[in-house]
T-cell receptor, first 112, second 118 residues
Framework: GEDVEQSLFLSVREGDSSVINCTYTDSSSTYLYWYKQEPGAGLQLLTYIFSNMDMKQDQRLTVLLNKKDKHLSLRIADTQTGDSAIYFCAEYQSYNTDKLIFGTGTRLQVFP | EAQVTQNPRYLITVTGKKLTVTCSQNMNHEYMSWYRQDPGLGLRQIYYSMNVEVTDKGDVPEGYKVSRKEKRNFPLILESPSPNQTSLYFC?????????????????FGPGTRLTVL
């Protein structure tokens, strides 16, 4: 199957860490992505990870990949109100189609 | 500025009235794609194009048409819109076979078109 699953909502207090989780099904995926969608806007690439990596850190963002369990997570340290958005994970399926399979999206709400 | 543009951004129409949503990119990308976004379903691919004159169906192509006569443009056509096509539509593009700062196959998205079919 091609389902990429995420929980729909996450609510955190400003200053806390947020962890957004994603499970995917295609073990041959070579790239996994996190996109951010702010209200009224399109998606923007936030970060990505190669499938041969376990972890990638980029400032406040940490991506963890567990290939055995097909589990991807995005940790946002010191979450700010500007981080409130919908976050989509996506897997790169195939060079033949250049297809990205997107998850359902997680709406992150940051409260003061 | 490198970007993907879509027009219109908002559209309210009635059942059966043909419409076209335009998409244009200025990055010389080979690959272009249309998605629809619905609550709880994420983004689902409608059609994609690997290059000029090459188009193929995505996961939810029924009721839609596309064309790719030029590299920069990829219009989405709804010949006879129905209420179940009420959705938020995104166009995206990416360079094929080339790494960008966002990795391989980073897709660049337009701002979205919110369509309501009454």
């Amino acid at each position: 199957g091609e389902d990429v699953e995420q929980s729909l909502f996450l609510s955190v207090r400003e200053g806390d860490s947020s962890v957004i989780n994603c499970t995917y099904t295609d073990s041959s995926s070579t790239y996994l992505y996190w996109y951010k969608q702010e209200p009224g806007a399109g998606l923007q690439l936030l970060t990505y990870i190669f499938s041969n990596m376990d972890m990638k850190q980029d400032q406040r963002l940490t991506v963890l990949l567990n290939k055995k369990d097909k589990h991807l997570s995005l940790r946002i340290a010191d979450t700010q109100t500007g981080d409130s958005a919908i976050y989509f994970c996506a897997e790169y399926q195939s060079y033949n189609t250049d297809k990205l399979i997107f998850g359902t999206g997680t709406r992150l709400q940051v409260f003061p | 500025e490198a970007q993907v543009t879509q027009n219109p951004r908002y559209l309210i129409t009635v059942t059966g009235k043909k419409l076209t949503v335009t998409c244009s990119q200025n990055m010389n990308h080979e690959y272009m794609s249309w998605y629809r976004q619905d609550p709880g379903l994420g983004l689902r691919q409608i059609y994609y194009s690997m290059n000029v004159e090459v188009t193929d169906k995505g996961d939810v192509p029924e009721g839609y048409k596309v064309s790719r006569k030029e590299k920069r443009n990829f219009p989405l056509i709804l010949e006879s819109p129905s209420p179940n096509q009420t959705s938020l539509y995104f166009c995206a593009s990416s360079p094929r076979g080339r790494r960008t700062s966002g990795g391989y196959n980073e897709q660049f998205f337009g701002p979205g078109t919110r369509l309501t079919v009454l």
